[in-house]
């Protein structure tokens, strides 16, 4: 059973341009977290997403920053005019359906390293 | 206010030996998870023990296992027979609203770092 997948592990972007993140949740989980860790920190959320929608995105800076997790295919972080304050670990994390017995468990991809020059 | 503490920034112990690693945390909410992941040096986040506030027996997971001390508002990780393989970045988390319905977002403590010497 496939874990969480993300591409690309390594994103090099220059200041002002976009940066797109992706992530494949585990097999029959349809809950997606996106978590930002800067360095030498912990893990701070950022939104919250279920198939077509957002559930919960309190953690996401107001501006530049828009993630999406469509009905078909991998869920989206997307940095628009990237600053060199968004160098950071992101990522992205996935939980199962209801009733499954590990249901309270979020699972972790294993991240995408964003650096902007 | 910080709702998960670490205080112990690193952390050293002898191949073979226990280590207990430190978490406390502050919730108002009745129900809520407590979570330990280990981030090594390669960077991914491996989960490894979870405790519901709920759960009358401390959890437990191979060589891991939880000190679940609720009135203290502390959740230890205790870590037996350490492997040099164990040499990693520890982070505490916890989600409130534990419920088999709730999906709520995690928060994490600063982590210790763990370093195990031969």
């Known amino acids: 059973n496939a874990g969480v997948m993300q591409n690309p592990r390594h994103l090099v972007r220059r200041r002002g341009q976009e940066a797109r993140l992706r992530c494949s949740p585990m097999?029959?989980?349809?809950?997606v977290y996106w978590y930002r860790q800067l360095p030498e920190e912990g893990l701070k959320f950022m939104v919250y997403?279920?198939?077509?929608?957002?559930?919960?995105e309190s953690g996401m800076p107001k501006e530049r920053f828009s993630a999406e997790f469509p009905k078909e295919g991998p869920s989206i972080l997307r940095i628009q005019q990237v600053v060199r304050g968004d160098s950071a670990a992101y990522f992205c994390?996935?939980?199962?359906?209801?009733?499954?017995?590990?249901?309270?468990?979020?699972?972790f991809g294993p991240g995408t390293r964003l650096t902007v020059l | 206010a910080q709702k998960i503490t670490q205080t112990q920034p690193g952390m050293f112990v002898q191949e073979k030996e226990a280590v207990t690693l430190d978490c406390t945390y502050d919730?108002?909410?009745?129900?809520?998870?407590l979570f330990w992941y280990k981030q090594p040096s390669s960077g991914e986040m491996i989960f490894l023990i979870y405790?519901?506030?709920?759960?009358?027996q401390n959890a437990t997971e191979g060589r891991y296992s939880l000190n679940f001390q609720k009135a203290r508002k502390s959740a230890n990780l205790v870590i037996s027979a350490s492997q040099l393989g164990d040499s990693a970045m520890y982070f505490c988390?916890?989600?409130?609203?534990?419920?088999?319905?709730?999906?709520?977002?995690?928060?994490f403590g600063q982590g210790t770092i763990l370093t195990v010497h031969p």
């Open positions: 994390a996935s939980s199962p359906m209801a009733g499954h017995q590990f249901a309270d468990t979020q699972y």
């Open positions: 988390a916890m989600r409130e609203g534990a419920g088999g319905t709730s999906y709520g977002k995690l928060t």
């Open positions: 405790q519901g506030s709920y759960d009358e």
């Open positions: 997403l279920q198939k077509e929608n957002i559930i919960d």
């Open positions: 919730t108002s909410d009745q129900s809520y998870g």
């Open positions: 097999k029959g989980h349809s809950h």
